[in-house]
């Protein structure tokens, strides 16, 4: 008897919910309809102009070029003037950047127009950013060059820079006419090479921003993995700098000692051994002993890591 009570209970119960369901569905439904059709359709913004030049109006390339032929000519070669025949982001062409040029054309006044290279830092970055968008430039704003007030015109050039970049200069180049620390490094003994044209600096670094350096990876480990895998593991016999930093040991830009490391290799083994070889026993291998020429390596030679032997030879 007391199951059939407890049947009923669930019955009813299952019963009262399915009619709250359908009223619900009834009662609510129309004002769920009813909100979508007041709620206005959302058009794509109309493209903004980037360079704000008062009450000026379009005037075309055509207009621009009876006083700046040479300009203009110049211009049709260079890559944002060809991409002004296929993307609308360029289809004003000159004025997608100086802005509109009719009180410019009408009265010859150069205040009418807006000429980047007058421009605040800031604000050719943000003349720029209107278009260029892509992920490599996300951390701009944090980046060392905005902060130092590096301009975009520092490095670019719409109308001489060269390639699609429109870089004043080459990419090493251009980075080395400030970086001069670092092109001294690269002229050392032991460098990448980046001189000799197989690499860039844009190959390990982003110019526009990076969360360490630059870099175009979160760590300084993690970009020299890229290309130098076999150094970083994972072993089952870790050498503890190496785990820390790729930098504890080496300089990214050249060194005057072999393999770009900071120091000559007994040097630098001892900078952190120097107990090593220490236990003095008939027959032992000491530091005092040693040749003066012998390396730490020539018996140490896995000494990245090694998944056979935790002194590191093999």
């Not at 109309?46 to 207009?63: F, I, L, R, T």
């Not at 211009?75 to 004025?95: D, I, M, V, W």
Request: hydrophobic share 30%; with cysteine.
């Amino acid at each position: 008897m007391h199951t059939r009570s407890c049947s009923r209970i669930r019955r009813a119960g299952l019963v009262f919910a399915a009619m709250t369901a359908m009223l619900s569905f009834t009662f609510l439904t129309p004002a769920f309809a009813a909100d979508k059709e007041v709620i206005p359709s959302v058009s794509a913004p109309e493209a903004k102009v980037a360079a704000n030049n008062g009450d000026s109006k379009m005037v075309g390339q055509a207009a621009c070029a009876t006083c700046h032929a040479e300009k203009a000519e110049a211009f049709s070669k260079t890559f944002h003037g060809r991409k002004s025949l296929s993307n609308g982001k360029l289809a004003n062409a000159c004025e997608s950047c100086h802005g509109a040029g009719s009180g410019h054309a009408d009265a010859g006044d150069v205040a009418k127009i807006t000429n980047p290279k007058k421009l605040e830092p800031a604000a050719v970055a943000a003349l720029c950013l209107t278009c260029h968008k892509d992920k490599a430039l996300m951390m701009w704003k944090t980046s060392p060059h905005k902060t130092n007030g590096v301009s975009c015109l520092t490095c670019h050039s719409i109308h001489e820079g060269e390639g699609r970049q429109s870089l004043v200069k080459g990419k090493t180049d251009t980075c080395l006419e400030c970086h001069t620390s670092q092109k001294a490094d690269m002229r050392l003994p032991s460098h990448h090479p980046v001189a000799e044209g197989k690499m860039s600096c844009v190959s390990c670094h982003n110019p526009h921003g990076g969360i360490e350096g630059n870099l175009k990876a979160d760590s300084g480990e993690e970009l020299c993995a890229k290309c130098h895998s076999e150094k970083v593991g994972p072993f089952a016999f870790e050498h503890p700098p190496v785990a820390d930093g790729c930098m504890n040991c080496h300089k990214p830009h050249g060194s005057a000692n072999d393999k770009l490391l900071k120091q000559s290799p007994q040097t630098l083994c001892l900078s952190c051994h120097v107990r090593a070889h220490g236990n003095i026993t008939a027959g032992a291998t000491t530091l005092a002993n040693l040749e003066p020429r012998t390396r730490c390596t020539n018996c140490h030679r896995d000494i990245h890591g090694s998944n056979r032997d935790s002194l590191f030879a093999r």
